[in-house]
């Protein structure tokens, strides 16, 4: 386990914790050769008398995990470094080889819920991608494709369409918040809204720096284009692609991208995007269930309409509480705010903010006729369930509408407006739990009654929404919970693993999980004695036989940590 300074041991300019396996004077001499390589103003020390400040998500903290489920100070860096080029990437993965010391990557830090910018292992290096390298490298309309780099955020890349009058001819899909990473999200497997929801689908093209500092372009990438330049002196990371680098996605031979994601392989430096045409024409709409029961028949009703594309985009069936947080915290609905609410008050909360118990949003793309004809589809369809109505932006006149927010998201455009949520209590902080399923009445309800029957055991109200991908859907259970509360944190702690048992007994397994419960999710993927697993790890240590880059992330340990004794599920 991970060695923490104390006040009688620590030299001056150690850190508070420092990377396992690696001594003071080691370390020292580390830092000192990276400040060579990145400049002292791009590497900070994470000192012992360091507050620990969580920062915001407009600001995030760089050196810890923001909303910390165990102790503030475990997932901790010993320092942030940040590479201002690809050069100076190949250069830190060469250093972290060479001496042994792990290393975390992260493009912005804003992954919350999951473990924000901290690492798995206590003590590792934090490479913060995003700071320096944050640049558009191209944004081609004909083709509707940009290149970008890991600090590129959804706000900045919309900014740049809206500032060159791009967004008449391409959109960007965008995920409910969107000051994150494009590439960390589709990395991580995240997902949006529009018809281009699956963000990793929706990538074409990687520039990788393996464990070893060597630099691999996928697909199409891999082969020269003399068309485009014969300048053998140019370096191979400013090389231009070639031209079908992100039009293509496999090239020759295996398919390498996926190894790429939620792993610990590879840094994406660069990554091909694909963009939405504009689809000439555009309506968001809300339709409202009036009972909790009526999750059945509506997931039902959405299973042909998304698998036809009826519904073209990645819609979402919302808990009434998910748009009450966003509407006012806790305490505007109760006085008792550490007792989950009951069925009649989530009832109330409904019926004063004219929402059903579940809200469905989704949205119609292409010119007018289209749109009339699949609206009626969907409206027929939906009407089967008593009591439903249907609400365009307009028709929503209250402050903080979620439908207006959504019409938004809906078309590529990015918010923060979603953030209020996490305010649901006092010094909010969340954990996301999300489990993957069928489209189907009885998934969805089984789900729905697995997990807020395990929400209300551990005191804490379920927040959750549907997310409807072309034939699986996303089920995100928001767990919220107050960060300066020990109590607070035990529960949601809890309540996510017990969830996590609770899924794998049901054949539901998660598709992305926070950094304290990595290995819980991965030792449920275990068919054929963990072949999975086995294969993971052989793959592992043949790239990266030094174990340095991103160890244990997802439950992938090289050979060099003792796997047992960093499991976290039974502390």
């Known amino acids: 386990m991970p060695t923490r300074n104390s006040n009688s041991t620590a030299q001056p300019g150690d850190p508070m914790i420092l990377p396992p396996g690696v001594s ?19 590497v900070e020390v994470i000192l012992p008398d360091n507050t620990l400040h969580d920062g915001s998500y407009q600001n995030p903290c760089h050196g810890h995990d923001m909303h910390a489920i165990l102790d503030r100070d475990y997932f901790v860096t010993s320092a942030v470094i940040s590479p201002r080029s690809v050069p100076e990437v190949q250069s830190m993965m060469r250093l972290c080889t060479e001496t042994g010391v792990p290393v975390w990557p992260y493009s912005i830090g804003r992954n919350t819920g999951y473990g924000g910018a901290a690492p798995r292992v206590p003590g590792s290096i934090g490479l913060n991608l995003g700071r320096n390298m944050n640049k558009v490298l191209n944004v081609d309309t004909e083709d509707a494709w940009a290149l970008v780099e890991p600090g590129v955020t959804f706000m900045s890349l919309h900014d740049l369409l809206e500032k060159n009058g791009l967004r008449e001819k391409v959109w960007l899909d965008v995920p409910d918040l969107g000051g994150g990473s494009i590439i960390g999200n589709a990395s991580e497997r995240g997902v949006g809204y529009t018809p281009y929801g699956d963000h990793w689908m929706m990538h074409c093209g990687l520039e990788v720096v393996l464990p070893n500092g060597e630099l691999v372009r996928t697909g199409m990438g891999a082969l020269p284009d003399p068309t485009v330049s014969k300048d053998s002196s140019v370096p191979p990371h400013d090389q231009p692609g070639n031209r079908a680098w992100h039009l293509f996605n496999y090239g020759f031979g295996p398919y390498n991208d ?13 990554m091909g995007i694909w963009l939405m045409p504009n689809p000439g024409g555009y309506q968001a709409y809300m339709i409202t269930l009036p009972r909790d029961q009526d999750l059945a028949a509506a997931m039902e009703i959405i299973r042909p309409l998304r698998i036809q594309m009826v519904l073209q985009n990645v819609p979402t069936l919302r808990h009434i509480l998910l748009d009450a947080a966003v509407h006012n915290p806790k305490s505007h609905y109760t006085s008792n705010i550490n007792q ?12 004063k903010l004219d929402l059903g118990r579940w809200n469905f949003y989704g949205a119609l793309y292409g010119p007018e006729p289209v749109r009339n004809v699949l609206w009626s589809v969907i409206k027929q369809a939906f009407s089967s369930i008593e009591g439903v109505k249907f609400y365009f932006p307009e028709d929503r006149k209250e402050q903080n509408s979620i439908l207006r927010t959504r019409a938004k998201t809906l078309q590529g455009i990015p918010t923060l407006d979603e953030l209020r949520w996490v305010d649901w209590l006092p010094n909010g902080a969340h954990l996301f739990f999300s489990p993957i399923a069928k489209i189907s009445g009885q998934d969805a309800t089984k789900q729905y009654e697995v997990t807020s029957a395990r929400c209300k055991e551990a005191g804490l109200d379920f927040i959750g929404t549907f997310v409807v991908g072309m ?8 767990i919220v919970f107050d960060r300066e509360s020990a109590e607070s944190k035990k529960k949601a702690h809890w309540l996510i693993k017990m969830l996590i048992k609770d899924a794998a007994a049901h054949g539901w397994g998660e598709y992305r999980t926070h950094l304290a419960v990595m290995d819980q999710i991965a030792e449920t993927y275990n068919f054929n004695n963990g072949a999975l697993m086995k294969l993971n790890e052989t793959i592992k240590n043949a790239m990266d ?18 796997k047992e004794s960093w499991r976290l599920d039974n502390k």
């Open 24 to 42: 003071s004077s080691q370390f020292q001499s580390f830092i000192a050769r990276a400040t060579e390589i990145v400049g002292s103003k791009n």
């Open 258 to 270: 996926g190894i790429f994601t939620q792993s610990s392989l590879g840094i994406i430096v660069k």
């Open 471 to 478: 034939r699986e859907m996303h089920h995100i259970v928001c």
């Open 340 to 351: 989950p609410l009951s069925d009649s008050e989530l009832d109330a909360i409904a019926a």
């Open 545 to 562: 036989p030094k174990g340095v880059l991103a160890p244990g992330k997802n439950g992938i340990w090289p050979k060099t940590y003792d």
